[in-house]
């Protein structure tokens, strides 16, 4: 049982340790995008310009209509067409940070269920291993072959009423045809 309690610890630690470095990654990724957010501020920010620093000035002799439909148009679509790709990058990344913040959170959230687990198993085979130490004092003060010979009986017994279950179950079960 205590090899199987060691072998049931170290894949606790091996999966810990998988968690966290999937927690890492998601940690990395997010930390790629926040530069990219930061970006799309920049970009916003620019076209948020003082419209009279941005339109050009109208020309001695130009007509309202004239410079509305060469100068103020082009800019306008310019400016809207710029404001959706910005609106579309930001809801792409606005998705990309949701997903991986829940990513994330469940990569935490496993992580520290498996960080439980391994400090169930531990105390499980800090207590077998008192065990163990008790079955040895034992051992030791009564007589290996004693001992053994008791254990071999009680595994006999065992088997024995295992046995008896089992046919039990199959004369039930013929029974019950």
């Given at each position: 049982?205590?090899?199987?309690?060691?072998?049931?610890?170290?894949?606790?630690?091996?999966?810990?340790?998988?968690?966290?470095?999937?927690?890492?990654?998601?940690?990395?990724?997010?930390?790629?995008?926040?530069?990219?957010?930061?970006?799309?501020?920049?970009?916003?920010?620019?076209?948020?310009?003082?419209?009279?620093?941005?339109?050009?000035?109208?020309?001695?002799?130009?007509?309202?209509?004239?410079?509305?439909?060469?100068?103020?148009?082009?800019?306008?679509?310019?400016?809207?067409?710029?404001?959706?790709?910005?609106?579309?990058?930001?809801?792409d990344i606005s998705n990309k940070f949701?997903?991986?913040?829940?990513?994330?959170?469940?990569?935490?959230?496993?992580?520290?269920?498996?960080?439980?687990?391994?400090?169930?198993?531990?105390?499980?085979?800090?207590?077998?291993?008192?065990?163990?130490?008790?079955?040895?004092?034992?051992?030791?003060?009564?007589?290996?072959?004693?001992?053994?010979?008791?254990?071999?009986?009680?595994?006999?017994?065992?088997?024995?009423e295992a046995e008896q279950k089992r046919?039990?179950?199959?004369?039930?079960?013929?029974?019950?045809?």
């Amino acid at each position: 049982e205590i090899r199987f309690l060691q072998e049931n610890l170290q894949e606790s630690r091996q999966e810990a340790e998988k968690a966290q470095k999937q927690a890492d990654k998601y940690q990395k990724r997010m930390n790629e995008l926040a530069p990219m957010v930061k970006n799309m501020e920049k970009l916003a920010a620019d076209f948020s310009v003082d419209p009279e620093q941005t339109l050009p000035e109208a020309a001695v002799m130009e007509s309202a209509k004239s410079y509305r439909e060469k100068k103020a148009k082009p800019l306008v679509k310019k400016i809207v067409q710029a404001m959706r790709s910005v609106y579309s990058a930001y809801l792409d990344i606005s998705n990309k940070f949701a997903k991986l913040q829940a990513a994330y959170n469940r990569e935490r959230s496993g992580n520290e269920r498996l960080t439980n687990r391994l400090e169930e198993v531990l105390e499980e085979n800090r207590e077998l291993r008192i065990v163990a130490a008790d079955f040895e004092h034992i051992k030791a003060v009564v007589g290996s072959e004693q001992v053994n010979a008791v254990i071999n009986r009680a595994k006999q017994q065992e088997r024995i009423e295992a046995e008896q279950k089992r046919a039990a179950r199959r004369k039930h079960n013929r029974d019950a045809r």
